[in-house]
Structure formats: C-alpha cells, structure tokens
C-alpha cells in the first residue's frame, strides 16, 4: 500500500471513479426528459455508488471479509454503469466514442478494484487482536 495514502480520497482508483461518475453526471443532462427517471436515475445512481463503495471499503479495512465485500460491490456497480453507457448508445443518448472513454476509465477502476481484492492483506489493517489470534492457531 502506498504510503501517502491517508483517506479513501488519495486512491487513485477512487478518484477515477469520481472523474467517471461527474462526466456521466455531466453527459446525462442532455437525456431526454423521459428518461429522467429511469436510464439517467440508473446510471448515475450505479456510477456514484462505484465511489460510495470504494469509500466504504476504506473504513473497513480491519476486516478483511468486510474489505472484500464492500469492494465486489463497487466492482459490480462499475459494471452495471457500463451496462447502462451501452443502452445510452442504443438509445442514441450518446455518441459510442464518448461512451467508449467513459467505459474505458471503468475497465481501468476494475482493474484496480480486482487487484486490490487479490491483495488484500496489503490493505487490510492489522490489528492487535488479529496479530494475537494469528500467533494462537
């Protein structure tokens, strides 16, 4: 783990994932006003939960099962926003060039989550109780 990281804020797969969400924020205005409560709800609320869930896994580094969950979730939100980018294009809300970058930077945040799951333990905080519980067995 990188050792100016501090707060959830300084991963840079959070801030990709921040950039992600604001430029889908910023794309879905020009949707068509039908699909204010419906595509433009979807993809937005899946993109802000990518960053919610990134946070959330931060906080629960002490446990590592908790870590892992918290991180599948923000995984599958990044892949549910793709889903919902390919029905922008369909639907003709969005150029395939646009959605081509935006679905880039969330294979990239994937990625990252991907590999912060497979490393785990060199983000998981060890605690005191663990340290003594690993020495026991």
Do not use: H
């Not at 797969?13 to 949707?31: D, G, L, S």
């Not at 969950?69 to 646009?98: G, H, M, P």
């Not at 930077?105 to 690993?134: L, N």
């Amino acid at each position: 783990m990188g050792e100016n990281i501090r707060s959830y804020k300084d991963l840079r797969v959070y801030q990709k994932a921040m950039e992600a969400a604001m430029m889908i924020f910023e794309i879905t205005k020009t949707f068509p006003v039908e699909e204010r409560y419906s595509l433009v709800d979807q993809i937005r609320r899946s993109s802000r939960s990518v960053c919610a869930n990134i946070a959330e896994a931060w906080r629960k580094r002490r446990y590592k099962a908790a870590f892992i969950a918290k991180l599948s979730d923000a995984e599958s939100e990044a892949s549910e926003t793709q889903v919902w980018l390919e029905f922008a294009v369909r639907c003709n809300y969005l150029q395939a060039s646009i959605a081509s970058d935006i679905e880039s930077a969330y294979d990239q945040t994937i990625g990252q989550i991907v590999k912060m799951i497979e490393e785990a333990d060199k983000w998981t905080i060890r605690t005191r109780a663990r340290e003594t519980d690993t020495e026991t067995r």
